[in-house]
């Protein structure tokens, strides 16, 4: 049996040379065909890499055909609904009604099992509202800052072009301009293809400071001034760390580095360039503070904030410490959860690090809270974020606007083939073959992304009325349920312990958590207090 695919081109082709002899005309390219497989199958029986092939030559190619389509074959024939992975496909199939401006109703009842443990709803009001007819923006800028922005309460998270195709970033931008919202560079930096169509821009520095690097890596403030001053630039946004691979630089090879990649990071074209894993402009807390009121000066008083997937907790509390010392606080923090997404990563950073996004934002919120600094600072939350419900139970655990990556590539046309890292994107939007990339027609799709906003939006706006409330800022813990076991049911107040303003900065009665990491942050440096130096 093992040999039955190698035995059968070995009788095929013996069969065809016979009748090629006869009758050339008819039987030539079977004769072809079948030689072809036979010399396969003798190099796959010779060859010493694949233990597989030697045991099953010709027949061992299928496990690797039906293993290429795996993803295709779950997808469409096996998966249910609502399982997600990463997607279910009633979240994708919503993304895309909404995105073509199509019914998204939903017949015949829900298919969630209501009774099961971790099935999260908000509790709607007897007296609910009719919903807010003006879309709520969120008034971003603290006190230091001089030209804030209004932002929309749904905005593209970051998403490099070189990771997305140039038609892609040009359908999201013109999507943006269209809708009113925020367009999240990434930390690919400004491309040619962000600005064609005017769209707002949050302008990402990773740790490459792409688009203000000098040559050796280093943060160029020249380069930045020149950039940031761009109308275009409404917000700037450090890079702490991604959730799908938190703690994790990058290496951009040579030959991905075209002329258009090289323009917009700032790097010489076909030159290996390298992300670390940390920043150089900054190495503790206070002079990352420091770092963020030195560019909010060379932006001309634009909001500067940071993103981070939250990993110790008492780093984040440090950080805090260090606004407390400095005075100076940075105008956003965008919490990006562990359930992000990216090109490609290492799987144990992809399943195994970071903090999960509802927790995350949880202990950012409390931590700005219990120092008496919330006030001053507005959060933003991101992290598999597509429907209305998601943006709204993520603002009734402390966020003031959510952010999504993979919803708008929904809207772009992805269907999460799961070929990010490929290049070979089977529609054009994660890929930079400019044969593939034509698949996305850049006005089609720009109405695609506008749509998809608005409606998801609107139906984060139902949800908020049907709680009874005028605006998503009202949303609360006690508004959240989660059933916790079969007979169970908690609100994330419960679930949660929230601290109350300034409670971090008295002497506990007791120590909990907050309190213990509390003790450990120093605004001198990441280290916990009892390992610094």
Request: aromatic share 10%; proline share 5%; glycine share 10%.
């Amino acid at each position: 049996m093992r040999y039955t695919g190698l035995v059968a081109a070995f009788v095929a082709t013996g069969v065809f040379a016979g009748l090629t002899f006869v009758a050339p005309r008819y039987f030539a390219w079977f004769f072809i065909v079948s030689g072809l497989l036979l010399a396969i199958g003798l190099h796959d029986l010779l060859q010493a890499q694949h233990t597989l092939l030697r045991n099953y030559p010709l027949l061992a190619h299928f496990r690797w055909f039906f293993e290429s389509i795996r993803p295709e074959i779950r997808q469409y024939l096996i998966e249910s609904d609502t399982e997600a992975t990463p997607f279910s496909r009633e979240a994708r199939s919503q993304v895309y009604a909404r995105a073509k401006g199509a019914n998204d109703a939903d017949p015949f009842g829900t298919e969630l099992d209501v009774y099961a443990e971790g099935h999260e709803w908000l509790a709607h009001s007897i007296a609910a509202r009719a919903p807010a007819e003006t879309p709520p923006r969120v008034h971003i800028g603290g006190p230091d800052c001089s030209r804030p922005y209004a932002a929309s309460t749904l905005n593209i998270s970051a998403m490099s072009f070189g990771s997305l195709s140039a038609n892609a970033i040009r359908a999201l931008n013109k999507g943006a301009a269209l809708g009113g919202f925020a367009h999240d560079t990434g930390e690919g930096s400004i491309s040619r293809h962000h600005k064609e169509f005017g769209g707002d821009l949050i302008w990402e520095l990773g740790s490459g400071y792409f688009g203000c690097r000098a040559r050796d890596g280093a943060f160029d403030r020249a380069q930045f001034v020149d950039r940031a001053s761009d109308d275009q630039v409404k917000m700037v946004e450090i890079k702490l760390s991604q959730g799908a691979k938190p703690g994790h630089g990058g290496v951009l090879p040579g030959r991905k580095v075209t002329q258009e990649i090289a323009e917009a990071r700032g790097v010489p074209v076909g030159q290996t360039c390298n992300s670390p894993p940390y920043h150089t402009a900054f190495s503790t807390p206070i002079e990352m503070m420091e770092f963020i009121a030195d560019l909010r000066e060379g932006c001309g008083g634009k909001p500067v904030g940071f993103k981070l997937c939250i990993g110790h907790g008492w780093q984040f509390m440090s950080l805090a410490k260090a606004m407390l010392k400095t005075g100076i606080t940075p105008d956003f923090i965008v919490v990006d959860g562990a359930e992000g997404g990216t090109g490609a990563a290492p799987l144990e950073l992809v399943d195994s690090v970071g903090t999960p996004l509802r927790e995350g934002l949880v202990w950012a919120h409390n931590t700005l809270v219990g120092a008496g600094l919330r006030e001053r600072i507005k959060i933003g939350a991101s992290g598999k974020i597509t429907s209305g419900f998601r943006m709204a139970s993520n603002m009734a655990l402390g966020a003031d606007w959510c952010n999504s990556a993979r919803g708008f590539m929904f809207a772009v046309g992805c269907v999460q083939s799961e070929s990010c890292h490929t290049d070979r994107c089977p529609t054009g939007v994660a890929t930079q073959n400019p044969w593939r990339q034509r698949a996305v027609v850049v006005p089609e799709k720009a109405e695609r992304v506008y749509h998809f906003h608005k409606a998801t939006v609107a139906a984060m706006q139902e949800v908020v009325a049907t709680v009874g409330l005028d605006h998503p800022a009202q949303l609360a813990p006690e508004h959240l349920c989660r059933r916790t076991r079969d007979s169970e049911i908690q609100s994330a107040d419960q679930v949660y312990r929230f601290l109350k303003t300034g409670e971090l900065l008295v002497a506990p009665a007791t120590r909990g958590r907050y309190e213990t990491a509390w003790a450990r942050a120093q605004a001198e440096s990441f280290l916990p207090r009892s390992h610094a130096a």
